[in-house]
Structure formats: C-alpha cells, structure tokens
C-alpha cells in the first residue's frame, strides 16, 4: 500500500518568513496529492491540492509542487501570518485505491508573531 | 465544517465500556469515514463505507466496529473500550465522480479519554 512520509514534524518561523513542509509518497499510481489545515480543536479542512499531470500549483499565499519522478511533493506558504499556526497534513492518493487517501503525520507550525 | 456534525464532542469512559460515537453529514456524500488522531502518528483510517450497503475495514479496525445507519448516519463504536483507544476521532465524508481526486470534509472530532 501507499506510505506518506512528512518532514518536518515541527516548524518555527518568524512572522513574514516563508515555510515549506515536505511529503515523499512510495506508489507511483498515487496521482492525487491534497493539502489539509487543521486548527486548533477543529477538524483538518483542505486548503490546496494538486493532481499527478501538474507541477506546480498556487493560491495567493500557498503553493504546493509536485516531482513524479522523484515522487515527493511540497507545501509552500509565503509571508506566513500568526492565523497560518496550525497543523498540516499532506496525504496522497490514486483511482485504484478508490481515492482513499493516505495521510502523513503531520506538521505542526508555528508563526510567531 | 457546520455540514458534518459529530457526537459527543468530549466523552470520558472506563475500561471495558461500550461507546458509540455518531456522525451526521448533510453534505448528501455517499462516502463516510472514521479516522483515529494520535500526536506524531497522523490520520488513521478505521473504517469506511461507499453507500449504506457497503462498509469496509480500514488500517486500524481491530476493537471498533460501524454501522450505517443511513447516507447521513455513521457511527463508530468501541466494544469494550480500552485505554489506548484514546484519542481524538474524526468522521468525514466524500463525493466521488468530481475529477481525478475527491475531497474528505471533517467533522469537528471526539475527544475520547478511556480511564
């Protein structure tokens, strides 16, 4: 089956810094790459994702880019703000696998203010 | 997410207690889910289920079993609960036939302290 690795697993940045939270995946059928936010004592809500025939993919502050080759994939946030702490999931996931995703354990940022 | 209601939010029990936890969705999916939350261990699926006549064991199944109730209804219950059953536990839901991908909707999450 599919395994997600997440990296790092804690991430302290500076108001206005940018951060990157990295994800390898082993299934090379994987071809659906999503993006969850979870607060503070709410449930993780998607903020961005990506599919296995694009590279690189934006939203204002957020970017996310994939390398089928070397299957890793990544979240960027730029200009990070005290409202972005919180934790991030990566997951993967592909049809075969009926769309179930895979999770990583988590990011847990920290933006101080 | 308001459309994915879980209950209860918070329940301490004992060991050896049987607990059901429940889900509601209005978001009229067909696909629901129940994951378990460690710190430092993730999302983990328990169980999941594709329309009310079909349920599936996820990776991490043993001790908890489901019932779907209806589209809407999907509860997660614990047996005979032991300690290292706590944890926090999400239901989410899905759509299929959007694209090359799907995404979960979650519920707020039960906090569940088994003594």
């Known amino acids: 089956g599919e395994n997600v690795e997440q990296h790092p697993s804690t991430l302290s940045v500076q108001e206005g810094d940018s951060a990157v939270i990295k994800c390898t995946y082993s299934d090379s059928a994987s071809n659906y790459f999503p993006w969850y936010k979870q607060e503070l004592g709410k449930g993780p809500q998607l903020i961005i994702d990506i599919r296995s025939n694009v590279g690189e993919k934006k939203d204002q502050r957020i970017a996310v880019t994939l390398n089928k080759t070397a299957k890793h994939f990544s979240l960027h946030i730029t200009e990070t703000q005290p409202e972005d702490s919180a934790v991030y999931f990566c997951a993967a996931s592909s049809q075969g696998g009926s769309y179930i995703p895979t999770f990583g354990r988590g990011t847990s940022l920290i933006v101080h203010p | 997410d308001a459309d994915v209601t879980q209950t209860p939010r918070n329940r301490i029990t004992k060991t050896g207690k049987r607990i059901m936890l429940e889900c509601s969705q209005t978001k009229g999916h067909d696909r629901m889910y129940w994951y378990r939350q460690d710190p430092g261990l993730g999302l983990r699926l328990i169980y999941y289920?594709?329309?009310?006549?079909d349920i599936n064991k996820g990776e991490i199944s043993d001790g908890y079993s489901v019932s779907r109730q209806a589209q809407a209804k999907f509860s997660l219950s614990l047996e005979s609960a032991i300690p290292n059953q706590t944890a926090l536990y999400f239901c989410?839901?899905?759509?299929w036939g959007q694209g090359a991908g799907e995404t979960q909707y979650f519920g707020p999450g039960t906090r569940l302290l088994v003594l």
């Open positions: 289920s594709f329309d009310v006549k």
């Open positions: 989410a839901t899905s759509d």
